[in-house]
């Protein structure tokens, strides 16, 4: 398997543009993270799925913030209108059933100017 | 809720000598896993060493070890012979083992002098 693929790499956005994360978890794993890195704050749970379902969306921090999982090898981390405090890199990671591992992806360096 | 403090945003060691990365964490879990994941400029993710809650001996792997005492929450990482690629942000991490969920510290930038 790949691993767990993310893209793009990087972005860079004007506010209030819609920005779209994309992440392929690896096959068979039955659960998926997203997560915000900063300097500040250092690795944030954003939200996770278990089987395509979210499960708590807790830290996602605003309305702005949406994520979806349409089937089960694919997940969007959508933010709309993006504004400069977004910037961050941003992680996905997935974990099978009866693994005790988090698999994360390369993660997207997202740039709001 | 559970939460993981890394109280040591910056640390230094000297090639080939030990150093010691400390975590501490809360939860109401009696079983649970703790990780550290080393996260070099490349910014990938990489799975140092990990420890199941229910064993009480403490995890190794090479150089690393870990310090783990459940009573008071605790779960430090050491380094010996630290080397010039072991420069990176380390993170302690918990995951319960009900649902999955992986909670982060702030990590700990680890730097290595030649």
């Known amino acids: 398997d790949a691993g767990v693929i993310q893209s793009p790499r990087h972005e860079v956005t004007e506010m209030g543009q819609e920005v779209t994360l994309r992440c392929k978890p690896i096959?068979?794993?039955?659960?998926l993270f997203w997560y915000r890195q900063t300097m500040m704050r250092g690795l944030e749970l954003l939200i996770y799925?278990?089987?395509?379902?979210?499960?708590?969306d807790s830290g996602m921090p605003e309305d702005r913030f949406s994520a979806k999982m349409p089937n089960a090898s694919f997940s969007t981390l959508k933010i709309q209108p993006s504004e400069p405090r977004d910037s961050a890199v941003y992680f996905c990671?997935?974990?099978?059933?009866?693994?005790?591992?988090?698999?994360f992806g390369q993660g997207t360096r997202l740039t709001v100017v | 809720a559970q939460t993981v403090t890394q109280s040591q945003p910056e640390m230094s060691v000297q090639e080939a000598e030990t150093v010691t990365l400390s975590c501490t964490y809360d939860?109401?879990?009696?079983?649970?896993?703790l990780f550290w994941y080393k996260q070099p400029p490349s910014r990938q993710m990489i799975l140092v060493i990990r420890?199941?809650?229910?064993?009480?001996q403490n995890a190794t792997e090479n150089r690393f070890s870990v310090n783990f005492q459940k009573a008071a929450k605790s779960f430090s990482l050491k380094i010996s012979d630290s080397q010039l690629g072991d420069t990176a942000m380390y993170f302690c991490?918990?995951?319960?083992?009900?649902?999955?969920?992986?909670?982060f510290g702030t990590g700990t930038s680890l730097t290595v002098i030649p």
């Open positions: 990671a997935s974990i099978g059933l009866v693994d005790t591992e988090a698999f």
């Open positions: 096959s068979g794993h039955d659960y």
């Open positions: 799925f278990n089987n395509n379902v979210p499960i708590d």
């Open positions: 939860t109401s879990e009696s079983n649970y896993y």
């Open positions: 420890q199941e809650a229910y064993k009480q």
């Open positions: 991490a918990f995951m319960k083992l009900t649902g999955n969920q992986f909670y």
